[in-house]
């Protein structure tokens, strides 16, 4: 029998450690989501600088609705800071040492590049802004007449979306003290489930059908423009199956990597062991094996099995089930792992 | 420069909370929070039990994992006596530190800023002992520079058998408990 008292009553500490909230969880979400669009939207935008516009169309919205949704992440981000007010210190300085340096720094240059990747096409997609601005044309016609410079910011996109999506499993990898965390498979875990997440999400936004040409108001046209393909036609079903094919390899691989996340967990030390069983058997297992495993990687994958198949018609369901098994992930990782901790291997 | 650690004979200790209230007092720790607590940790089945009483706190650790994640260097240690302190204005209240630290010794202040044990640098700076060690009445809490072989927490270091709290953490505690 061990027994441990303790006169320790610290709030968010004791009984157990519950220092992030939400907030923590929706913006790893987020930032990987936002990553997986960077990657595709990069991915796309090679093709337009080779002069092949047949994919064009998650290449155009898609960083204008990454750039929503990252802001959408900072907002959480920051609701999880206790001490707003010096924000601001995070760029004063760069601590090689901490991720979480690197991943703030890396979050402003994914600004510049998600707003510079959105103007590309900005003012075709929401007529309203092009006419008002029509420096935005100007520009846009600029860049599309460069196709280096097109080049340059795919190779942007997708070497920042790998920097985006790897580095928060990074960060939470680096904390000896939680247990749970302590795998390098991490990063790449979270980087191929937010490549599956920003591929659900391009292939939502591109459900989302308005009147063709985009609508000419302002909120209409805004709307429009951050998920409606441009063109008189919807996009070509190869198109799509292209962007289904690419999510089923990414699920694929982030089944292997969740595999592997366990098979290091529980090969290493007690404390690890112990770890591991809060999400395999203890009480995050029916998230972990029915929100992540069952309806976040294995349905979707038999579904869109079935869908490029064609024994079942294209849904929304399996891009549905794939989000909502991201943020799962995220949730699970950041819960159970809080709650792991150092096992004590020395005696008295 | 000095390399501050601390000596704890848990054989003397008795639990009585002394260096939890001083600290409190010293450092005027915000109600319902503590930077300093006594844990005791009973062991084995009747009738064959040991128990141990230990005064814990922030281990000021040699590799603190809580100052290489802090992203704007506001957890930092200090050049001398190579205590791990946080800069208040500096810190914007992310956390990383608190879930970087296997001892769960920080916490939030009402502030806002992560806080924890000082070892009263305010005091030590100046060659004084830390409130706890000052007050404790059964002299079970040792302060001072382990790089000097002539102070006593390394004579105690060398003739004593001790031990630090998980040491397989790898982060190199300097509270040593004397068993």
Redesign the interface.
């Known amino acids: ?14 009984p157990q ?1 519950a ?2 909230s939400w907030e923590i969880p929706v913006y790893l979400f987020l930032g990987g989501l936002v990553a997986g669009m960077m990657i595709l939207a990069g991915m796309a935008m090679l093709r337009i600088a080779r002069g092949d516009d047949s994919r064009s169309f998650f290449s155009l919205q898609t960083p204008l609705l990454a750039f929503v949704l990252i802001n959408l992440g900072m907002g959480a981000l920051f609701l ?5 007010l ?2 601001w ?2 760029y ?2 760069f ?1 090689p ?5 690197w ?2 720094w890396v979050l402003i240059v994914v600004y510049g590049v998600l707003l510079a990747s959105a103007l590309i096409r900005l003012p075709e997609a929401w007529p309203w802004l092009g006419r008002r601005m029509p420096v935005l044309q100007t520009l846009s016609d600029a860049l599309l007449a460069r196709p280096m410079l097109v080049k340059a910011l795919a190779w942007a996109n997708i070497v920042l979306g790998v920097a985006l999506g790897i580095y928060t499993g990074i ?1 939470l990898n ?5 247990p749970l965390w302590n795998s390098a498979i991490l990063g790449p875990l979270f980087l191929f489930s937010g490549l599956s997440a920003g591929a659900a999400m391009v292939h939502l936004a591109n459900v989302v059908r308005f009147d063709r040409p985009a609508p000419d108001g302002m909120i209409g046209g805004a709307i429009a423009a951050l998920c409606q393909p441009l063109g008189r036609e919807p996009p070509a079903r190869n198109t799509v199956d292209g962007l289904i094919r690419a999510d089923v390899a990414f699920l694929a691989i982030e089944l292997v990597l969740i595999g592997l996340l366990l098979a290091n967990l529980y090969t290493s ?1 007690a ?1 690890h062991a112990v770890a591991a069983a809060l999400i395999v058997s203890g009480p995050y297992a029916w998230a972990f094996w029915g929100g992540i495993v069952g309806l976040g990687v294995l349905v979707p994958l038999a579904l869109q099995g079935l869908e490029l198949g064609q024994r079942i018609p294209h849904t929304v369901v399996p891009a549905l089930l794939v989000l909502a098994g991201g943020f799962t992930l995220r949730w699970v990782m950041v819960n159970a792992g ?1 709650a792991s ?2 096992v ?5 | 420069m000095p390399r501050f650690g601390m000596v704890i004979d848990t054989r003397k200790c008795v639990g009585c909370m002394d260096c939890v209230v001083a600290c409190q007092t010293e450092n005027d720790v915000p109600r319902g929070y503590c930077r300093d607590w006594i844990t005791t940790e009973v062991r084995g089945d009747f009738p064959h039990i040991t128990m141990e009483i230990r005064s814990e706190r922030c281990n000021h650790c040699d590799n603190p994992s809580c100052v290489s994640c802090c992203p704007t260097g506001a957890s930092h240690v200090e050049d001398y006596g190579k205590v791990v302190l946080v800069t208040a204005n500096k810190c914007i209240g992310c956390k990383a530190c608190i879930a970087a630290c296997p001892y769960d010794a920080r916490f939030i202040h009402p502030d806002g800023y992560a806080d924890k044990c000082t070892f009263c640098y305010h005091r030590t700076k100046d060659g004084k002992d830390p409130a706890c060690v000052a007050v404790c009445p059964t002299h079970c809490m040792h302060f001072g520079d382990l790089d000097d072989p002539k102070s006593k927490v390394s004579e105690l270091l060398r003739t004593r058998k001790h031990r630090t709290l998980l040491p397989e953490a790898g982060t190199g505690p300097r509270i040593f408990y004397l068993t």
Not at chain 1, 4 to 14: E, F, G, K, S, W
Not at chain 1, 97 to 101: C, E, I, K, Q
Not at chain 1, 344 to 348: D, E, I, L, R, V
Request: a positive charge.
């Open positions: 029998m061990r027994e441990l008292t303790t006169t320790r009553h610290n709030p968010m500490i004791d450690l220092i992030w999880d800071l206790t001490h707003k010096y924000v210190r995070v004063l300085t601590e040492a901490s991720p979480m340096s991943g703030s960060l680096t904390m000896v003290a939680r030390s404390s809080q901790h150092v004590q291997a020395t005696g008295m």
